[in-house]
């Protein structure tokens, strides 16, 4: 078969997806290449991660038997068959992008149930081991963790483990929920070579389990606030003090924030002024890290 594949979100970050299917069909001696709209193919796959709030549909004609639409961009209700969901990933599609890095995940699904979150709802409310480290990672220097909450899951302390036998850098691109760590399981988050780790301070009514563990992370650890990421979810329940006060915390505390605004179409103003001066890292320490001298 000839197969055409197209990354409808972009080629700035690697479509997993797309890297699982080119494995699949190399292996069964099929020919695997981009879609290139002069060619005619047997089977042309769109993956979309993103909706139409981010990302536009290609629209342009493909010239193809068969068209297999999948991602969240698409719906919640696809998934890859479990033969080609655990093959080792095809990083020849992203050369640039996955020199010397691995991707994948080791966990999916969300207890937390979260209404600003599809992840619940499209791989469950309980947080369950899909891979062990191997099945994407063989001794890149780096390796991108997608999971969604991989503390929630039952066997993370098994998890943790093979990530710190691995030796790599781990950056765990999604938020660890910093309500989970504790003593046991901060005794070998410490023990992980970080690139870079991120958590979430989304809601107000979580703000004490999560000044506990963000505290009790940099205490066992004293990572570099460079290092961190903590999301600070904005026009969604929380008023601009508010925002500014998790913010401020989150700062204290020694992390770095990070302003997410949920529907930016609909942000107030302030809100919008709030993002800007907090990720923009010049802006962001030229004004000594104060909202107040932001003018």
Not at 213 to 240: C, M, P, W
Not at 256 to 261: E, Q, S
Request: charged share 25%.
């Amino acid at each position: 078969m000839k197969i055409g594949l197209v990354d409808v979100d972009s080629h700035h970050f690697p479509n997993l997806c797309l890297m699982k299917l080119s494995a699949w069909h190399k292996k069964q001696g099929d020919a695997v290449e981009w879609c290139n709209l002069f060619e005619h193919y047997d089977r042309v796959y769109m993956s979309r991660v993103f909706d139409d709030t981010y990302t536009d549909d290609f629209m342009t004609v493909i010239n193809a038997d068969e068209i297999i639409k999948g991602g969240t961009g698409y719906g919640l209700n696809n998934k890859l068959p479990y033969e080609i969901e655990h093959i080792y990933p095809d990083y020849s599609l992203y050369p640039a992008l996955t020199k010397n890095i691995a991707y994948g995940f080791l966990t999916r699904g969300c207890p937390n149930n979260c209404p600003f979150c599809i992840v619940s709802g499209k791989e469950g409310r309980k947080s369950y081991k899909v891979a062990d480290l191997s099945e994407f990672f063989d001794g890149q220097k780096n390796i991108k963790l997608l999971d969604p909450n991989l503390l929630a899951c039952k066997k993370h302390m098994d998890l943790l483990q093979q990530l710190v036998n691995s030796g790599a850098w781990i950056d765990f691109t999604q938020g660890l929920d910093a309500r989970l760590i504790n003593p046991d399981n901060v005794t070998l988050l410490k023990q992980i070579k970080v690139k870079m780790i991120h958590f979430a301070f989304d809601l107000m009514q979580n703000e004490k389990k999560i000044i506990e563990g963000l505290r009790l992370y940099k205490e066992a650890t004293n990572i570099d606030s460079r290092k961190t990421g903590v999301y600070i979810l904005t026009n969604f329940n929380t008023s601009h003090e508010e925002d500014l006060y998790r913010i401020n915390k989150v700062i204290e505390l020694g992390y770095k924030p990070y302003v997410m605004i949920f529907n930016k179409n609909t942000a107030p103003k302030e809100t919008r002024r709030l993002q800007r001066w907090c990720n923009n890292r010049v802006i962001f320490e030229s004004t000594g890290r104060n909202f107040n001298n932001y003018k």
